[in-house]
């Protein structure tokens, strides 16, 4: 027998026996205050070349489930690197959080040059710990009847889970602990260093070269003459009068009460300065200066006597200064590494390598830096810079790769100069000439301190080329 009218009580008394079993489940999470970890923000301040500071901050957001405001009390955050036992402590203040919000406390620990020198170099293990201790005795008129339940989410140990539940159940929460944890690993990059390598710079002419003079016969020529101009001796320099003067004696009478006839055999040079000495108070003086110039004992270098004695006394009072800076030179001159050919009608300019070693002080490897910058004008590149590995040719401007250096090794990079005389519509002469030109600088560039290779590139076009009259 269908009764369609009896439906719609079915309903209705299914409804209201649902209804009267329905009780209030209360999540604990949902009625305590919480604090998860948000962020790490790792940041260096430079100050100069050497020093420099890093700031860690740590981001925690609080989550305050009540009607009403919840005070934050005072406390400390601890810092532990690798598990030292003497951790760097911060304090935070006290703070209120406003009713059924959540919002973020920020611990700011910076640690200076003294304290990074213990950790730099190193992936270092760093354990953030923290208790708020909160009193919520004044909050549990909040809480509804309810039937307790624990989501999965919410971390709380079984031991301790019967207590709070009770408290709960009793609606007195009391002094409970909220406690922050976060465990991370950080590399502390110690900066590469930055030395001479153990190679030459080298002059590379690009293009081709001309025999017409052979540089080096022309020095290998030079050379023996040149050696000779500033080490050549001059020996036995003794003016015959003055020698004379000097080793010659002459006896005069030199009598006494028992010895009337007595003679001394005195210098002759003594003798003729006593006698001319009331003509000519200077006498000593002058007799002096031609003896240091005409007489001389030792064996002499020839030109240095020269130029001191005569060339500087009558030509150039500089001459002294000026033949000093001629040897050094000499001694460059004498001593460089001549190309054995010169730049000829085909030449296009040259190159400037000039090695640099670079040694990575770090316990995990890093990136060595690439480096291209180029001048683009009259359609051509005149100038270029760049910084790259041996065996490279060329760094390219779009798809730049980088070199690893392994922790505590070293490499060498060659920071090279390109200048390209043909790069110009007229040669080298379009830069002087006044002509128009509009150039635009390329450049890419590559660097890793151990957070992985970061690249950029830049393209300045159109720039202001000016003469300077």
Same mark, same amino acid.
């Given at each position: 027998?269908n009764y369609?009218?009896l439906?719609?009580i079915?309903l209705?008394?299914?409804?209201?026996?649902?209804t009267?079993?329905?009780t209030?489940?209360?999540? +604990?999470e949902?009625?305590?205050?919480t604090?998860r970890f948000q962020?790490l923000e790792?940041?260096?301040?430079?100050m100069n070349?050497?020093d420099f500071?890093?700031?860690l901050g740590?981001?925690?957001?609080v989550?305050?489930p009540?009607?009403?405001?919840?005070?934050?009390? *005072?406390?400390?955050?601890?810092?532990?690197?690798n598990?030292d036992n003497?951790p760097v402590?911060?304090?935070?203040?006290?703070r209120?959080l406003?009713a059924?919000?959540?919002?973020t406390?920020r611990?700011?620990f910076v640690?200076?040059?003294a304290f990074?020198?213990r950790i730099?170099?190193?992936?270092?293990? +760093?354990?953030?710990?923290?208790d708020?201790k909160?009193? !919520?005795?004044?909050?549990?008129?909040f809480l509804?009847?309810?039937e307790l339940?624990v989501?999965?989410n919410? *971390? $709380?140990?079984?031991?301790? $889970?019967?207590?709070i539940?009770?408290?709960?159940?009793?609606?007195?929460v009391?002094?409970q602990?909220?406690?922050?944890?976060?465990?991370?690993?950080v590399? /502390?990059?110690?900066?590469?260093g930055i030395?001479?390598a153990?190679?030459?710079?080298?002059l590379n002419w690009?293009?081709?070269? =001309?025999?017409?003079?052979a540089?080096?016969?022309i020095?290998d020529g030079l050379t023996?003459f040149?050696?000779?101009?500033?080490?050549?001796?001059?020996n036995?320099?003794?003016?015959?009068?003055?020698d004379?003067?000097?080793?010659?004696t002459?006896?005069i009478p030199t009598?006494?009460?028992?010895c009337?006839?007595?003679?001394?055999?005195?210098?002759m040079?003594?003798?003729?300065? =006593? !006698?001319?000495?009331?003509?000519d108070?200077d006498?000593e003086?002058?007799?002096?200066?031609?003896?240091?110039?005409?007489?001389?004992?030792?064996?002499?270098?020839?030109?240095d006597?020269?130029?001191?004695?005569?060339?500087?006394?009558?030509a150039? &009072?500089n001459a002294?200064?000026?033949?000093q800076e001629f040897?050094?030179?000499w001694e460059?001159f004498?001593n460089?590494?001549?190309?054995a050919a010169?730049?000829g009608p085909?030449?296009k300019?040259?190159?400037?390598?000039?090695?640099?070693?670079f040694?990575?002080?770090?316990?995990?490897p890093?990136?060595?830096p690439l480096?291209r910058?180029? &001048?683009?004008a009259f359609n051509?590149?005149?100038?270029?810079?760049?910084?790259?590995?041996?065996?490279?040719s060329? /760094?390219?401007l779009?798809?730049?790769?980088h070199i690893?250096?392994?922790?505590?090794?070293?490499?060498?990079?060659?920071?090279?100069?390109?200048?390209?005389?043909?790069g110009?519509?007229?040669?080298?002469?379009?830069l002087?000439?006044?002509a128009p030109?509009?150039p635009?600088?390329?450049? &890419?560039?590559?660097?890793d301190?151990?957070?992985g290779p970061i690249?950029?590139?830049?393209? +300045?076009?159109?720039?202001l080329?000016?003469? =300077?009259?």
């Amino acid at each position: 027998m269908n009764y369609p009218y009896l439906k719609p009580i079915y309903l209705f008394c299914i409804c209201l026996f649902l209804t009267s079993c329905k009780t209030n489940v209360l999540v +604990l999470e949902d009625v305590m205050p919480t604090a998860r970890f948000q962020n790490l923000e790792i940041e260096f301040e430079q100050m100069n070349f050497q020093d420099f500071n890093l700031h860690l901050g740590l981001i925690f957001e609080v989550r305050n489930p009540y009607d009403k405001v919840l005070p934050i009390p *005072e406390h400390e955050m601890a810092l532990t690197i690798n598990d030292d036992n003497r951790p760097v402590k911060l304090k935070k203040t006290a703070r209120n959080l406003a009713a059924n919000s959540s919002d973020t406390i920020r611990y700011q620990f910076v640690l200076d040059p003294a304290f990074l020198t213990r950790i730099w170099g190193k992936i270092n293990k +760093l354990s953030f710990s923290s208790d708020i201790k909160i009193n !919520l005795d004044e909050f549990v008129h909040f809480l509804p009847d309810f039937e307790l339940g624990v989501t999965e989410n919410f *971390e $709380l140990e079984s031991d301790k $889970l019967k207590p709070i539940a009770k408290k709960l159940l009793q609606k007195k929460v009391g002094t409970q602990n909220i406690h922050l944890n976060h465990n991370t690993f950080v590399k /502390v990059p110690t900066p590469p260093g930055i030395s001479p390598a153990n190679e030459p710079i080298r002059l590379n002419w690009i293009g081709e070269m =001309d025999n017409l003079v052979a540089i080096n016969t022309i020095k290998d020529g030079l050379t023996p003459f040149g050696d000779l101009l500033i080490n050549g001796s001059l020996n036995n320099l003794k003016n015959p009068f003055i020698d004379a003067m000097v080793n010659s004696t002459v006896t005069i009478p030199t009598p006494v009460w028992n010895c009337w006839d007595c003679t001394t055999e005195i210098a002759m040079e003594d003798q003729v300065i =006593d !006698l001319l000495s009331p003509l000519d108070s200077d006498i000593e003086d002058k007799w002096s200066s031609i003896k240091s110039i005409l007489y001389k004992e030792q064996s002499i270098p020839l030109a240095d006597y020269l130029v001191d004695n005569f060339i500087s006394t009558y030509a150039d &009072v500089n001459a002294s200064s000026k033949w000093q800076e001629f040897k050094a030179q000499w001694e460059v001159f004498k001593n460089a590494d001549l190309p054995a050919a010169i730049p000829g009608p085909d030449t296009k300019g040259f190159e400037i390598v000039i090695p640099v070693l670079f040694t990575n002080n770090n316990e995990f490897p890093i990136d060595l830096p690439l480096f291209r910058s180029s &001048v683009f004008a009259f359609n051509s590149e005149p100038f270029r810079m760049q910084i790259k590995p041996k065996g490279m040719s060329e /760094v390219s401007l779009s798809n730049i790769t980088h070199i690893e250096i392994g922790a505590k090794q070293s490499k060498t990079l060659y920071t090279v100069f390109t200048f390209n005389m043909h790069g110009f519509e007229n040669g080298i002469f379009s830069l002087f000439n006044g002509a128009p030109m509009n150039p635009n600088i390329e450049g &890419v560039m590559s660097y890793d301190i151990g957070y992985g290779p970061i690249y950029w590139n830049y393209d +300045l076009n159109n720039l202001l080329f000016q003469y =300077d009259d």
